[in-house]
């Protein structure tokens, strides 16, 4: 396991310095700051000082060479608009983020358990059929879409949601609503095509010839051995999750990360944009290795191929 581990630490670094120096270049082709911080008024003696105040004066190498200097010693640079640390901003952010992609996740498991298990166990029922119709539409129509429909008829037409914050239950609704589609889709017929192969195995057919019942059957034997590619596909479907709360937050005001990373671009808040998107990086980074251990622990395949 331990083997395991580490290789799949050294493996997700590359992916994570190539993402860090991606940001990095890419927040610069935003434009130039000093034309957004000082007034069109501006002496070049004030917007010389200003460039060199926050070291626009120098070339982009050494830029990114001061911007990784600063990285190794979790100096992430302040913010141009507030002036407060970026680090500081974007830990203050995540926390929403996590809380939306954890109750989205959450409902996403326990809808897909529920109606995977029931289609599998009766084809052609209403729960197959519900599960069909979630994974074409999930496919099919993108988040935005469902957001701005949601927005349009549960808060102008009918006004019983908000359209954006944190405060109550109800605004929790349509944001949660809209990331809930894709993954309740998805993993619905992940685990129900997994429970009709679980359920087809000899190993039930022996459970079912001494005497379980159909409850114990789908709980007991099925539905843990139809767990690993569920698992698998619920951590890709978190990481998407992370990344795909950049759009609803920026249309429901919600505080996250995502909302944070618009703001810092059009505000070119390089620092602020830079340390949200690599605390992001390193945050899926750090599920994928969890999900990649508990999928290790389930197989022992796996295990086994690590240490090849």
């Not at 610069?28 to 917007?47: I, N």
């Not at 001061?66 to 100096?75: E, M, N, Q, T």
């Not at 995502?258 to 992001?280: C, S």
Request: net charge positive; aromatic share 10%.
């Amino acid at each position: 396991m331990f083997a395991f581990l580490r290789r799949r630490v050294y493996t997700s670094l590359v992916p994570l310095l190539v993402v860090l120096i991606g940001v990095f270049f890419l927040a610069r082709l935003t434009g130039d700051p000093t034309s957004l911080y000082l007034p069109e008024s501006a002496t070049p003696a004030q917007r010389e000082a200003f460039a060199a105040q926050n070291g626009f004066d120098q070339s982009v190498w050494t830029q990114m060479a001061d911007y990784f200097g600063g990285v190794l010693h979790l100096d992430f640079g302040e913010s141009l608009r507030t002036g407060e640390a970026a680090s500081t901003m974007a830990l203050r952010a995540f926390p929403a983020t996590l809380q939306l992609a954890f109750v989205t996740m959450l409902l996403a498991v326990i809808g897909s358990i529920v109606i995977g298990c029931w289609a599998a166990y009766r084809p052609n029922s209403l729960a197959d059929r519900f599960s069909s119709l979630l994974s074409m539409t999930a496919a099919s129509i993108p988040d935005f879409w469902f957001a701005i429909t949601g927005v349009w008829i549960f808060a102008v037409v009918l006004g019983v949601l908000p359209t954006s914050g944190t405060g109550g239950a109800v605004a929790w609704v349509l944001p949660i609503a809209t990331l809930l589609i894709r993954p309740l889709g998805v993993l619905t017929q992940v685990v129900r095509g997994a429970m009709v192969s679980a359920l087809s195995a000899p190993y039930v057919r022996l459970a079912r010839s001494k005497g379980a019942g159909d409850l114990r059957v789908v709980t007991h034997h099925a539905l843990r051995n139809a767990a690993a590619p569920a698992l698998t596909v619920a951590g890709d479907l978190t990481v998407g999750l992370v990344n795909g709360a950049v759009v609803v937050e920026a249309i429901f005001g919600w505080p996250g990360i995502g909302k944070l990373m618009i703001d810092a671009i059009l505000q070119r808040d390089f620092a602020v944009l830079q340390a949200a998107v690599l605390l992001t990086a390193v945050s899926i980074f750090v599920l994928n290795i969890v999900i990649d251990a508990c999928y290790a622990l389930l197989d022992a395949r796996v295990r086994d191929k690590a240490k090849v």
